[in-house]
T-cell receptor, first 114, second 116 residues
Framework: AQKITQTQPGMFVQEKEAVTLDCTYDTSDPSYGLFWYKQPSSGEMIFLIYQGSYDQQNATEGRYSLNFQKARKSANLVISASQLGDSAMYFCAIGAHTGNQFYFGTGTSLTVIP | DAGITQSPRYKITETGRQVTLMCHQTWSHSYMFWYRQDLGHGLRLIYYSAAADITDKGEVPDGYVVSRSKTENFPLTLESATRSQTSVYFC???????????????FGSGTQLSVL
């Protein structure tokens, strides 16, 4: 079975600063994908970024980048130049090839301070 | 625009009643999932389906039943609702026929269920 751990229940960041949200995972599957989703107060789940287990380079999508350290089994999300609209819950997730299940962490609540 | 829709958006029921949450997607995605979201637990997988007539249990399947007679529909039934099933329920789909390791999930808007 796969497991995702997000150890930061809540984070604060100053507007325009960068912030790192931590995510560690545990899987025995050699092929997997790591995902980050954003959930604003309105409740919808918004896909942010994806990293495949065999990808050599860290994924980037605009202001989002994924700091993938395979040996440490970590997939931290970095948000650069934080904006007030980044205030939301952020979920890390893993999709494994074996079993085709998709698991989420408990989430990190990010608050951007003006 | 095609998408994934859940109904109802809000539901209040009483303990012991049967309730069905509906999920419909128009993309013909192979995979569909049901999650429940609770404070402190994140999203937990209830059931998932790889294709029509193929379903399997997730982390927290007890008290829930699913079916998938058609690719586009994946209803979730609480056979005898309990207060502990008060939660927000999300349906999701993925188009990856070969597995979910490298394909994102698309989510519905969620159903907020209260069991009194």
């Amino acid at each position: 079975a796969q497991k995702i751990t997000q150890t930061q229940p809540g984070m604060f960041v100053q507007e325009k600063e960068a912030v790192t949200l931590d995510c560690t995972y545990d899987t025995s599957d050699p092929s997997y994908g790591l995902f980050w989703y954003k959930q604003p107060s309105s409740g919808e789940m918004i896909f942010l970024i994806y990293q495949g287990s065999y990808d050599q380079q860290n994924a980037t999508e605009g202001r989002y980048s994924l700091n993938f350290q395979k040996a440490r089994k970590s997939a931290n999300l970095v948000i650069s130049a934080s904006q007030l609209g980044d205030s939301a819950m952020y979920f890390c997730a893993i999709g494994a090839h074996t079993g085709n299940q998709f698991y989420f962490g408990t989430g990190t609540s990010l608050t951007v301070i003006p | 625009d095609a998408g994934i829709t859940q109904s109802p958006r809000y539901k209040i029921t009483e303990t012991g009643r049967q309730v069905t949450l509906m999920c419909h997607q128009t993309w013909s995605h192979s995979y569909m999932f049901w999650y429940r979201q609770d404070l402190g637990h994140g999203l937990r997988l209830i059931y998932y389906s790889a294709a029509a007539d193929i379903t399997d249990k997730g982390e927290v399947p007890d008290g829930y039943v699913v079916s998938r007679s058609k690719t586009e529909n994946f209803p979730l039934t609480l056979e005898s609702a309990t207060r502990s099933q008060t939660s927000v329920y999300f349906c999701a789909s993925s188009e990856q026929a070969g597995g979910v390791a490298n394909e994102k999930l698309f989510f519905g808007s969620g159903t907020q269920l209260s069991v009194l």
